[in-house]
């Protein structure tokens, strides 16, 4: 039975990047409209009942499809039965999208910094895949944390970026650097403190050969709860400010689980 808010969608492509991360595309319908960093509902259904969960796309406001990137949880209800799917099945997809880790959020600053921890690259993916950010910033410096360097999904995209922004961006664009941090192997040249860790202690402003400054510096950060918590903590106490809609300022997070 679908869900009169959802519309059926087909499953076109899954691609796994370790036996936990997955990415998967999925038809979009012509009347579905979102900002790059917003989340859709998706709905799996389990006899009678409709599994939904909420995903950020990490596809770009512009493509004719949707991409999502997911963990698969440990007897996850929703989670379990997507990585069973192959193309040709259907999942439902909400006929709205939703959330705040937008652009929209910050209305200045010279230097945005991305900070995400595991599939919370998922909304800066599509962020970097639209020309909006690359024109509104000089600097953009993508952190990029998981545990082992199996997980850092979608990076020959980030490379290609680091030398060729994406086609739809035209004229003078921003400077993008590229920090992974892999905290349970040594990989060379990567960063393997906890991102908390180094921000505290100076080692990320170090390794970026910029610092975190109010004036010029805005923050998104996307990530799990924890991680999340303790940068609000790290970033407020240096002076910035949580943007919010009535009142855009300096630093916007989300959490993903």
């Known amino acids: 039975m679908t869900d009169a808010s959802m519309t059926v969608e087909t499953l076109t492509e899954i691609r796994r990047w370790t036996p936990k991360l997955f990415s998967f595309r999925l038809t979009r319908a012509p009347g579905f409209r979102f900002r790059a960093g917003q989340f859709a509902r998706l709905g799996l259904q389990s006899g009678e009942e409709l599994i939904a969960r909420a995903y950020t796309m990490v596809s770009a406001p512009h493509d004719d499809f949707l991409e999502f990137f997911s963990i698969q949880v440990p007897d996850g209800a929703f989670t379990s039965r997507l990585a069973r799917l192959q193309a040709g099945d259907t999942l439902q997809v909400g006929r709205a999208a939703f959330g705040y880790l ?139 400010a949580l943007s919010r809609l009535s009142a855009p300022a300096q630093l916007a997070l989300e959490q993903f689980w």
């Open 102 to 240: 937008t652009l929209d959020r910050f209305v200045d600053g010279r230097d945005l910094w991305l900070l995400a921890t595991g599939t919370g690259v998922a909304p800066f993916l599509s962020m970097l895949a639209e020309a909006e950010i690359w024109q509104r910033f000089e600097r953009i410096l993508l952190v990029y944390s998981v545990r082992e360097a199996a997980e850092l999904a979608y990076r020959t995209q980030i490379e290609a970026w680091l030398n060729q922004p994406p086609p739809v961006v035209d004229g003078p664009v921003a400077r993008l650097s590229w920090l992974p941090i892999v905290t349970r192997e040594q990989v060379p040249g990567m960063l393997s403190q906890r991102m908390t860790d180094l921000l505290r202690h100076g080692g990320l402003e170090a390794a970026a050969g910029l610092d975190i400054d109010p004036g010029r510096s805005r923050v998104m950060v996307c990530g799990n709860p924890q991680m999340t918590l303790e940068m609000r903590q790290i970033l407020q106490s240096r002076g910035l």
